[in-house]
């Protein structure tokens, strides 16, 4: 399977914390430790924006093809417009600021941080700040489907609904007996996966269609010749928007593998970045696979995009 480098007139100077698709075109919005958020046309191999921040950034979001959110390690939660070319601060973590997602059902940014807080900030008001609920721990990864919001801290996940945040809908105090490294919402149907620092992954699917519900944990690397297992960290998993059960991994290793949930099989393995892979993001269409690798907190050296 072939790729296509990105090209960049000054590269990027730090590692990649995050990249994201545009819902809607193949506008790649890319955050790093270098604190600039990048708009990158994939279709025209053109950087389109690239804006300036006063912390390294941990995570960005899209709201729609114009307006894009930041998180920052000061805590800072900030809203750009892609047309103006103006940002605005909308709030603050008293921490590092680690996940931001935006929901398109109830017009809120969703945040999270190392204060150990998720917070619901609301376009719509003079004064965003729209909910707040102290955790009790730092949350590793925020993952967002509709109304149920996923969150992972420590070793265990837990499921809220954003129309009452109040309320834990459902908690999996023992989803893995290691940290879990990152969390991703399936797009069709309810659940997630979760990915490890030990190289394993846990899937836990509901299909609306009927009642056979799955659930079932594999690792990433088969056992070596001397019978150990490979334990590498998940960094980060993505779900094909098309595909049912097609999903991708990325590890600390730089390998890409992607699988079928349904028949809990391997499909083929991405030619092996020569550095970690940071983040992983399908296009709207599902045709496109977004790739970043990069040492952690060191210099971020590429975005491969399999064709």
Known sequence: MNGTCLEFEIPIRDAIS???FSPQSNNLLISSWDSSLRLYDVECSQLRLEAPSEAALLDCCFQEESVVFSAGSDGSITRYDLHSGISNRIGNHDDVATCVEYSNETRQVITTGFDKKVIAWDMCRAKPLAFLKNLGAEVESMSLSGFELTVAVGSSVDIYDLRNLERLVQSNESCMDVQIRCVCSIPYSKGYAVGSVDGRVKLEISYPSNSNNMGYVFRCHPKSRDGRHHLVPVNDIAFNPFISGAFVTGDNEGYITAWDAKSRRRLFELPRCSNSV??????????????????????????????
Not at 280 to 306: C, D, K, M
């Open 18 to 20: 995050r990249i994201r």
């Open 278 to 307: 940071a983040s992983l993001s399908y296009n709207h269409e599902g045709q496109l696979l977004a790739v970043a690798s990069s040492y952690t907190y060191q210099e971020a050296i590429e975005i491969f995009l399999p064709r």
